[in-house]
């Protein structure tokens, strides 16, 4: 009779567990991205380095776009 291997594709997270489909995040649990999130919110400044990005080519755009319309 032939034997049929079980695979399972993990990620790191799944591993720490063992269990297939489920994760944890320290992060989450910890409560750190609520945290970033609300201080972000709060400020009106991205924590991330994309979102921060984003803000400073807005701004600029928008500053060159002043500067020509005068």
Do not use: W, Y
């Amino acid at each position: 009779m032939p034997t049929f291997a079980l695979q399972i594709k993990t990620t790191p997270h799944m591993k720490i567990l063992g269990i297939p489909g489920t994760s944890f995040s320290p992060r989450r649990a910890l409560g750190i991205d609520v945290l970033k999130r609300n201080i972000a919110k709060a400020t009106g400044i991205p924590l991330t380095k994309q979102g921060l990005e984003r803000k400073i080519g807005r701004t600029l755009i928008k500053g060159v776009g002043k500067i020509i319309g005068r």
